[in-house]
């Protein structure tokens, strides 16, 4: 990741959970899809993380693959750790 | 179809209603037996149940129901016959082999078995065999519904290939994959997963509730494929599982899952222990099958000797076509009545009134075979109530009285759903868990009552429990919150606990293990007032909450009380008129349609029916008023002349009538004028809020609220 690249960035307010799925979806559709270079996520304070979690960053992987961007998690607390550990998506922490 | 074909249908049809009806028997036993283990009348029943299942499967050439069935009666066999004794997992296995019956019957009119019935009975079959105290190995009956026993590795640790493919609504129904896949960890180790989202959704397509994710997962452990997918049993609805084995080394899996013919690769891997699988199955099933039209014969007459009551089974349109003819016949009835009377010939009336007399008795009749006591769909609950806390973890005790309380057969099946609908949720949030419980000193088990009677016309249902009650300012602030009502709103109790009907108000907080089927509480009310019924709610913090149907007894004819206003009749259910008198003098004050008069010292609320329907004209000098007994104590209904008794066929009001509140229907009179048929409950809702607010209502609470079926304090 060069320090020049052009990234939305994005730091969730909420844990990512079925509770605030629908939230951050509609947060994440915003502006932050518009950065030429991809996103960057900091997740280092996300508490509780489910299978809807991961489906929104399924989602948001889609949506930038699709623009031929690519999405960085750049911190991930343990809970987000252990949640795309248990579904073998550890390649997105990478 | 051919004709051959065409009488199988029928028989078939027939088999699965009688079918039916033996599982409801069979699931009763068992719970009977699973509270009473020496109920030795109940095991004959089970046992007889099982039994007769499976005979008449076998005329059926029901392959796989019948080689289920008979590891179910195999069980029940040794159990009453002291054989083996009971476990303290038996009656739960007997029981989901219930279930498995009944999802092996629904499968008949699939044009496919599916995979996973099949497994399931399979999986289901080797416990109940264990239970028998007999080895894992199928039995040589089982022969297309089984498969093939897993290729033991080295150390036996098998690697077993996992696909869960989820339903869409599995996260809406508070089911995360994620807490089965962390529990897989404890069975062995996951040495793959693969995580997809079925057709890859990105931020605009994605359903963020709806649940998209599919699973490829290899297991390496040491125990059995039932284990294995047991750990899933709670999603069984939720999702699409296979487990296969996989040949260790190979990376195929070793047998299609669901079993079809023995594969040459897998005939290598079975062991000793399975090999009575290759005992030919053929003559041993149909010599079940020509000995069971005789089983069955001698069934029947055992099933005859023990019925006190003796049935015939009806086609449900013939007898709704009977009771439309009895209808009519009610309303020719009183229109020779009227001819009689006019006609000014003794004879006549008397011999009308006679025709008279039997066509009420017909009516009765023909309505009483529509009516069913409401106790035979109590008693399902019994079953949900069970399961239901086991899982939670909770002590509850369902208690059924007025089970024998009639209620017309429609009605019924709508009724059913809401009511399961309310008793989850006294389950899920009324009762508390048993440590609450015992912590703020309240009775242990928890108490849920189902409680029906008749009263003034209608039918009461009542769903109460002992639990937490209703928070009354949580309910108002969420409703504010969410902009259901003003933030400062008077409401009194009943109005506040009403909100919870309202759609959109449940939260996610409430997700949980409630089957998704689009029931909630504002599908509940929706429900109750589609039968022209009310819902009420009573409830204490900390002591519990009661929930009150009330539904008219029945949709099709009542004794009618015929009134006239500005000449249009209006007829009222006979059942609650109470007294007629001359309108009293405080009535002709004031110019609204509702007020407030003396009747002997007490105050009752009245309704000007000529200003309310808004009727033109004066009206005449002497009105009469009709003071009627309603749920929350009497009202006066003002009209212009009474007419009498009258027999009414009710006819519904097109759809475009749904919306007047306070006409339930209409009929035709004898003279083939029409008449509207008073909703007096409606009336008395629709002025109530005008008498709350000049103070006369203040004293009226819903009579539920003092039910003796909340517990008082313990003190």
């Not at chain 1, 979806?25 to 502006?31: F, I, S």
């Not at chain 2, 008693?379 to 899982?391: A, C, G, I, L, P």
């Not at chain 2, 809401?418 to 949030?429: A, T």
């Not at chain 2, 009150?548 to 029945?554: G, K, S």
Request: a negative charge; aromatic letters at 4%.
């Amino acid at each position: 990741m060069a320090a020049d690249q052009i990234l939305g960035r994005a730091k969730p307010a909420s844990d990512l959970t079925i509770m605030h799925a629908e939230a951050l979806r509609q947060a994440w559709l915003g502006d932050l899809l518009a950065h030429p270079d991809g996103v960057s996520l900091d997740l280092g304070d996300v508490q509780v993380m489910d299978s809807a979690g991961v489906q929104l960053l399924l989602a948001l992987q889609a949506s930038l693959v699709r623009r031929g961007q690519t999405l960085h998690i750049a911190e991930a607390s343990p809970a987000v750790d252990e949640v795309l550990r248990t579904y073998g998506l550890q390649a997105l922490l990478c | 179809m051919t004709r051959d074909e065409e009488i199988l249908a029928v028989a078939r049809a027939g088999f699965r209603d009688e079918a039916a009806e033996l599982l409801v028997q069979f699931e009763q036993a068992l719970l009977a037996i699973e509270q009473q283990p020496d109920d030795a009348e109940a095991m004959n029943c089970a046992f007889r149940a099982a039994h007769t299942m499976k005979g008449t499967a076998g005329l059926f050439g029901c392959e796989a129901l019948v080689a289920f069935t008979h590891d179910v009666e195999s069980l029940l066999d040794d159990l009453r016959s002291n054989a083996v004794s009971l476990q303290p997992d038996t009656m739960s296995v007997l029981l989901l082999a219930r279930d498995q019956l009944e999802d092996l019957l629904a499968e008949l009119d699939l044009p496919e078995p599916s995979v996973a019935v099949a497994q399931r009975s399979e999986a289901l079959g080797v416990q109940l065999r264990a239970l028998r105290g007999q080895q894992a190995s199928s039995s040589g009956h089982a022969k297309a519904a089984a498969s093939i026993p897993a290729a033991v590795g080295i150390d036996g640790m098998q690697t077993w290939r996992i696909a869960l493919k989820m339903g869409p609504d599995a996260l809406r129904n508070g089911l995360d994959p994620l807490s089965f896949i962390r529990y897989l960890t404890t069975l062995g180790s996951v040495t793959k997963i693969e995580t997809q989202a079925v057709g890859a959704p990105d931020l605009a397509e994605l359903d963020p509730e709806g649940c998209h994710l599919c699973f490829d997962i290899e297991l390496l452990s040491s125990r059995s494929r039932e284990e294995v997918e047991q750990t899933f049993e709670f999603l069984a609805d939720d999702c699409q599982l296979s487990v296969s084995a996989m040949v260790s080394g190979s990376g195929q899996p070793a047998d299609v899952a669901g079993g079809v013919a023995l594969t040459t690769a897998s005939v290598s891997d079975i062991t000793e222990t399975g090999s009575d699988m290759l005992v030919p199955v053929t003559p041993l099933a149909s010599a079940e099958r020509r000995s069971a039209p005789n089983d069955r014969r001698q069934q029947t007459k055992d099933r005859r000797g023990n019925d006190e009551a003796r049935f015939i089974r009806v086609r449900a349109d013939k007898l709704d076509a009977l009771v439309d003819m009895i209808g009519e016949l009610v309303i020719a009835s009183s229109g020779a009545q009227m001819v009689a009377q006019q006609e000014h010939s003794a004879r006549f009336v008397e011999a009308a009134a006679r025709i008279h007399d039997l066509v009420q008795g017909a009516r009765d009749g023909a309505l009483g075979l529509r009516m069913v006591p409401i106790g035979e769909s109590f008693s399902r609950f019994q079953r949900v109530v069970r399961d239901v806390s086991k899982q939670m973890g909770k002590d509850v005790e369902l208690q059924i009285t007025g089970g024998d309380t009639e209620m017309d057969k429609s009605m019924v099946e709508t009724i059913s759903d809401p009511l399961m609908h309310l008793v989850r949720n006294s389950l899920d949030h009324g009762i508390e868990t048993l440590e609450e419980r015992l912590a703020t000193g309240k009775p242990t088990p928890g108490r849920l009552a189902l409680h029906a009677y008749h009263e003034s016309g209608s039918i009461i249902i009542e769903v109460s429990d002992d639990g937490r009650g209703l928070n009354r300012a949580r309910i108002l602030a969420k409703a504010v919150e969410q902009g259901l009502v003003p933030p400062d709103a008077q409401l009194d109790d009943e109005a506040v606990y009403q909100l919870i009907f309202r759609p959109g108000f449940s939260t996610a907080q409430q997700v949980t293990n409630l089957s998704g089927r689009g029931v909630g509480m504002d599908v509940v009310k929706s429900n109750v007032e589609a039968l022209r019924g009310q819902i009420r709610i009573a409830s204490q913090l900390g002591h519990g909450t009661t929930i009150q149907i009330r539904l008219p007894l029945t949709l099709a004819i009542i004794d009618g009380f015929l009134t006239s206003v500005a000449g249009v009749s209006y007829v009222l259910p006979l059942e609650i008129v109470g007294e007629c008198i001359e309108m009293p003098a405080e009535c002709q004050l004031g110019e609204s349609a509702s007020g407030c008069f003396d009747l002997r010292g007490e105050v009752v609320p009245y309704i000007n029916l000529r200003r309310l329907f808004k009727h033109s004209g004066a009206a005449p000098a002497r009105q009469s008023l009709i003071v009627v007994r309603t749920t929350m104590g009497q009202l006066g209904l003002l009209v212009d002349r009474l007419h009498g008794e009258y027999q009414t066929v009710i006819k519904p009001l097109g759809s475009i009538f749904q919306q007047v509140h306070g006409i339930a229907g209409s009929t035709i009179l004898g003279s083939g004028e029409v008449a509207l048929i008073l909703d007096v409950a409606a009336l008395e809702e629709r002025v109530s809020g005008e008498l709350q607010q000049r103070g006369g209502a203040s004293a009226r609470r819903v009579a539920v609220a003092t039910a003796p079926t909340l517990s008082t304090n313990p003190s």
